[in-house]
């Protein structure tokens, strides 16, 4: 099921255009990325970010953003890939780094989706409920 806003709250007259990602808010970001800083990948969970690295992969050269995980794992994400990574949420340099391959960070993901489609349930029951209410007739004054 798929809750849209326009369900909830009916259409706008305004509409906000869409905010699409450009290549240049990408590189901006992770020029703003510094080593240590705490990042987190949409496949892989959160992990620190090391720096830029050139490897050697297929007898090329690639650029790619280096990323460490819990028990010494590594992530070398090529540079083309980079919208599948985000800053930390939050100024904590201490947060828990999840281990490549685990299933710790798919779990997380699939608990909050699971709290987000509560969440819209709820939404929906509200505000039906406030449109099956009969409300009071108002008679205007005389005056």
């Known amino acids: 099921v798929v809750v849209a806003e326009q369900d909830i709250l009916g259409d706008r007259l305004i509409r906000r255009s869409k905010r699409k990602k450009r290549a240049s808010d990408f590189i901006a970001e992770a020029s703003s990325l510094s080593s240590g800083d705490i990042v987190v990948h949409a496949d892989h969970g959160i992990g620190r970010f090391i720096g830029l690295r050139t490897i050697e992969a297929v007898g090329a ?3 790619c953003l ?9 992530l070398f994400l090529p540079v083309e890939n980079i919208e599948l990574l985000s800053r930390y949420g939050s ?15 798919q779990a997380r993901k699939a608990r909050l989706k699971k709290r987000l489609l509560d ?9 039906a409920e406030r449109q099956m209410r009969a409300a009071p007739a ?3 004054a005389d005056g």
């Open 61 to 63: 050269p690639h650029d």
């Open 66 to 74: 280096e990323i460490h995980y819990a028990g010494d794992d590594r």
């Open 91 to 105: 100024d904590s340099a201490e947060a828990p780094l999840d281990k490549l391959g685990g299933g710790a960070w």
């Open 119 to 127: 969440m819209a349930g709820q939404l929906i029951r509200i505000a």
């Open 138 to 140: 108002m008679i205007p």
